[in-house]
């Protein structure tokens, strides 16, 4: 099977735009969920889809927000950015398995200037 | 809530030598463990996995068992090599949250032939 895919790579921006990145999961996962990881807070939590529903929610501002699509491919927007928004973000897939392992994406590398 | 400690890093090894990263946790319940790798550059990548106490996750030559009593699950390694430098972070998963996982700081690993 295919990996999880993430596209844009690496991005650069502006203070204030938006932006959005895109996940594709594991061909049969339903639940994608998505992190935030920068040097100084590690691996953050952000939010989980499963079957285009939020599950589950992390402790970031209203300015991310995210939806998933009938086939599972989730995006995930970050709107008015901050320099702080500078990080790396990686998506995971989960099946539906009693191990939960989630596999993970190569992540996009967000740049905010 | 969930948390994860791990040991703090960098750990630096001379070829063939053995390696145990510590790693405790905190959750409700009986979370599923795990131990992921980061290379460079990378994304993820599940290394090994314990879902329930005593259960001894293995790959690569790499071992961590489930402990309840101390609610530890330490990685260890009998014999490194310079290809298995690189970042490693332990995980937990909550059977109440399946698509959220808490992870630790994460152990930067440097193996010198």
């Known amino acids: 099977k295919a990996g999880v895919t993430q596209t844009p790579r690496y991005l650069i921006k502006t203070r204030g735009q938006q932006v959005t990145l895109s996940c594709s999961p594991i061909?049969?996962?339903?639940?994608v969920s998505w992190y935030q990881q920068t040097p100084g807070q590690g691996l953050q939590f952000l939010f989980e889809y499963f079957s285009e529903t939020q599950r589950n929610k992390g402790n970031f501002p209203g300015r991310f927000s995210g939806r998933q699509f009938s086939n599972s491919r989730s995006e995930m927007n970050v709107s008015t950015l901050e320099l702080g928004d500078s990080a790396l973000y990686l998506c995971?897939?989960?099946?539906?398995?009693?191990?939960?392992?989630?596999?993970f994406g190569p992540g996009t590398r967000l740049t905010v200037t | 809530g969930d948390s994860v400690t791990q040991m703090e890093g960098p750990v630096t090894l001379s070829e063939e030598a053995c390696l145990t990263i510590?790693?405790?946790?905190?959750?409700?319940?009986?979370?599923?463990l795990f131990w992921y790798v980061q290379y460079p550059g990378e994304g993820l990548q599940l290394l090994l996995k314990a879902t329930k106490a005593d259960d001894k996750g293995s790959n690569k030559g790499f071992e961590a068992t489930y402990r309840k009593e101390t609610t530890s699950f330490h990685l260890e390694k009998g014999s490194v090599q310079v290809s298995d430098s690189a970042v490693y972070f332990c995980a937990l998963v909550p059977r109440t949250n399946a698509g959220k996982s808490t992870f630790g700081d994460g152990t930067t690993l440097t193996v010198k032939p």
């Open positions: 061909s049969g996962h339903r639940s």
């Open positions: 510590n790693c405790t946790y905190t959750a409700t319940g009986y979370p599923s």
């Open positions: 995971a897939s989960s099946g539906s398995g009693t191990s939960y392992e989630q596999y």
